[in-house]
């Protein structure tokens, strides 16, 4: 089953015999203090080298978040999906708690974004799945209900189907719903990646649906996240994880490496390309610091 995400010009493919995509997580203020303060000081320079940073490091769809507290996010995304979408042409996916946000983001948003997100409450049932229906987007759904996040993967694919039957029923097909089976940090529950990593295995194998993942969570509260986060990340695309929100800078020659162990990289000339390119964008942007006044 094949997820496909378009901008004005170009198409993102995402399946279990695809590589894995990136969707860059940067354009998002939470715990991001200078995109916070560039978004309320109308800094959209700060805005465009994030963009281009992702892209350049491996992102083929984007996150937008503009959730800034006191800030009029209705009328900001339009202004930097716009933004966005002028300087680049990968897809986006578009990141609020707000229908209205929702709503007003995907009214400019070119070809088909990604939602993120719904779950299984019903408020947001009823209110997200209308407005994903009616632009003709796709949607990632995340696997809690008006209970919470369920402890047992069992209960966690149960919610995937109610989302999934809930949106196939309003109209939007089954490949356009993306599960996100969540992910709890170990440092509180030793078991919870573990949790994830079967709920992953039981949707793939009862819908065939595409599974995105916010792998850093598994890692928080813990010392040397980035061994964990990438550790992660790895079994879970072995599991049949097919795309994550993540940070296409340190996580990009993980994914690289995984797709290339999984048989998705005819001989290595993607992990190839990402190592030439790689050594070059940490060079010039190592010639950038330090060319910048101290």
Same mark, same amino acid.
């Given at each position: 089953?094949?997820?496909? =995400?378009?901008?004005?010009?170009?198409?993102?493919?995402?399946?279990?015999?695809?590589?894995?995509?990136?969707?860059?997580?940067?354009?998002?203020?939470?715990?991001?203090?200078?995109?916070?303060?560039?978004?309320?000081?109308?800094?959209?320079?700060?805005?465009?080298?994030?963009?281009?940073?992702?892209?350049?490091?491996?992102?083929? &769809? *984007?996150?937008?978040?503009?959730?800034?507290?006191?800030?009029?996010?209705?009328?900001?995304?339009?202004?930097?999906? $716009? *933004?966005?979408?002028?300087?680049?042409? %990968?897809?986006?996916?578009?990141?609020?708690?707000?229908?209205?946000? *929702?709503?007003?983001?995907?009214?400019?948003?070119?070809?088909?974004? =990604?939602?993120?997100?719904?779950?299984?409450?019903?408020?947001?049932?009823?209110?997200?799945?209308?407005?994903?229906?009616?632009?003709?987007?796709? %949607?990632?759904?995340?696997?809690?209900?008006?209970?919470?996040?369920?402890?047992?993967?069992?209960?966690?694919?149960? &919610?995937?189907?109610?989302?999934?039957?809930?949106? %196939?029923?309003?109209?939007?097909?089954?490949?356009?719903?993306?599960?996100?089976?969540?992910?709890?940090?170990?440092?509180?529950?030793?078991?919870?990646?573990? %949790?994830?990593?079967?709920?992953?295995?039981?949707?793939?194998? $009862?819908?065939?649906?595409?599974?995105?993942?916010?792998?850093?969570?598994?890692?928080?509260?813990?010392?040397?996240?980035?061994?964990?986060?990438?550790?992660?990340?790895?079994?879970?695309?072995?599991?049949?994880?097919?795309?994550?929100?993540?940070?296409?800078?340190?996580?990009?020659?993980?994914?690289?490496?995984?797709? =290339?162990? !999984?048989?998705?990289?005819?001989?290595?000339?993607?992990?190839?390309?990402?190592?030439?390119?790689?050594?070059?964008?940490?060079?010039?942007?190592?010639? !950038?610091?330090?060319?910048?006044?101290?």
């Amino acid at each position: 089953m094949h997820t496909i =995400l378009k901008s004005a010009t170009r198409e993102v493919k995402i399946g279990i015999d695809r590589p894995f995509v990136i969707i860059g997580e940067k354009i998002n203020p939470t715990g991001h203090k200078k995109l916070a303060a560039a978004l309320q000081q109308e800094d959209f320079e700060y805005v465009r080298n994030l963009v281009e940073r992702q892209i350049s490091w491996g992102a083929e &769809v *984007l996150d937008v978040n503009v959730g800034v507290p006191g800030l009029d996010e209705v009328s900001m995304i339009p202004r930097i999906v $716009e *933004l966005i979408s002028s300087i680049s042409d %990968v897809p986006l996916c578009l990141d609020s708690g707000n229908p209205d946000v *929702l709503a007003a983001g995907l009214a400019v948003a070119p070809g088909k974004p =990604l939602v993120n997100s719904v779950s299984g409450e019903e408020k947001r049932l009823n209110t997200v799945l209308p407005i994903v229906k009616d632009r003709g987007a796709a %949607v990632i759904g995340l696997t809690m209900d008006d209970n919470g996040i369920p402890a047992t993967a069992e209960d966690r694919m149960a &919610v995937a189907e109610k989302i999934l039957n809930r949106a %196939v029923q309003m109209g939007i097909p089954a490949e356009d719903v993306i599960i996100d089976p969540l992910v709890l940090t170990v440092g509180s529950d030793s078991k919870a990646a573990w %949790v994830t990593l079967q709920t992953i295995v039981l949707i793939r194998k $009862e819908f065939g649906l595409n599974i995105n993942l916010g792998a850093s969570n598994v890692s928080f509260g813990l010392p040397d996240r980035m061994s964990i986060n990438q550790a992660f990340l790895s079994m879970a695309m072995q599991m049949g994880a097919t795309c994550s929100i993540t940070d296409p800078v340190k996580m990009g020659a993980t994914v690289k490496s995984t797709d =290339l162990l !999984l048989a998705r990289d005819d001989n290595s000339l993607r992990y190839l390309k990402y190592f030439r390119a790689s050594e070059k964008l940490r060079a010039r942007e190592a010639e !950038l610091a330090a060319s910048k006044p101290s």
